[in-house]
């Protein structure tokens, strides 16, 4: 049972774009929602994280919007640049039973020049 | 300083062999993980230990077994491999309560012959 969903499975944004990824999960134990960027042949490195007391954070150029009603949460990066280019994954976990994270499907980003 | 390493980066083996994968973390964090990246680039979680004890298991089979000899290294020994093995396996570190993210390793590609 997948329970963090993220969609597109893949987007292509012209550089200077904005790109939006979305995630949905459903358990609502969840407590820690990171989002994590991995370049070809690297693992996965800690991009932004939220906690569900905040609607937003921002760090440069990316933000994380989230939703608790809806139980989704997004990342957008403005002024996107070919070196954005990467796979996106969202995650979730609960923080008091463990630091445990299950990873959405992932979004590979292509940013055009 | 490397954060967590993998050894090997690259292996390549016929099915039926026994091989092992290491990993070591210098951060002082006290949870370790495994997990595989298919060829979708799908993150799941194998195993998880937090000072030395075996605290996650997935529905893994039982060829594969991590050895945690201290909390600072973890590995995972593969017996009689098969062709579905083939994957990147990627240790991760993390302090747990702390809501910090994993810090993973580069990864050992595995490919199975």
């Known amino acids: 049972q997948q329970q963090v969903k993220q969609s597109p499975q893949s987007l292509i944004v012209q550089k200077g774009g904005i790109s939006i990824i979305n995630c949905a999960y459903e358990?609502?134990?969840?407590?820690?929602f990171p989002w994590y960027q991995q370049f070809p042949g690297k693992g996965p490195a800690l991009l932004i994280a939220i906690r569900p007391d905040v609607s937003e954070k921002k760090e440069g150029r990316f933000t994380i919007s989230f939703n608790k009603s809806a139980k989704q949460f997004s990342l957008h990066i403005m002024d996107s640049q070919p070196g954005d280019s990467a796979t996106y994954f969202c995650?979730?976990?609960?923080?008091?039973?463990?630091?445990?994270?299950?990873f959405g499907e992932g979004t590979q980003l292509t940013v055009n020049p | 300083d490397t954060a967590v390493s993998q050894t090997p980066k690259y292996l390549v083996t016929q099915m039926g062999n026994d091989k092992s994968i290491k990993c070591e973390q210098n951060?002082?964090?006290?949870?370790m993980y495994w997990y595989k990246q298919d060829s979708k680039k799908f993150l799941k979680i194998m195993f998880s230990?937090?000072?030395?004890?075996?605290?996650i298991n997935e529905t893994v089979p039982n060829r594969f077994s991590p050895k945690s000899p201290d909390k600072a290294h973890l590995n995972l020994h593969i017996n009689s491999l098969e062709l579905g093995d083939s994957a990147v396996y990627f240790c991760?570190?993390?302090?747990?309560?702390?809501?910090?993210?994993?810090?993973f390793g580069s990864g050992t590609r595995l490919t199975v012959v």
């Open positions: 358990n609502t134990a969840f407590d820690y």
């Open positions: 991760a570190s993390s302090q747990v309560g702390a809501g910090y993210g994993y810090t």
């Open positions: 995650a979730a976990s609960i923080t008091t039973s463990g630091s445990r994270l299950t």
């Open positions: 951060l002082g964090h006290d949870t």
């Open positions: 230990y937090n000072n030395k004890e075996l605290i």
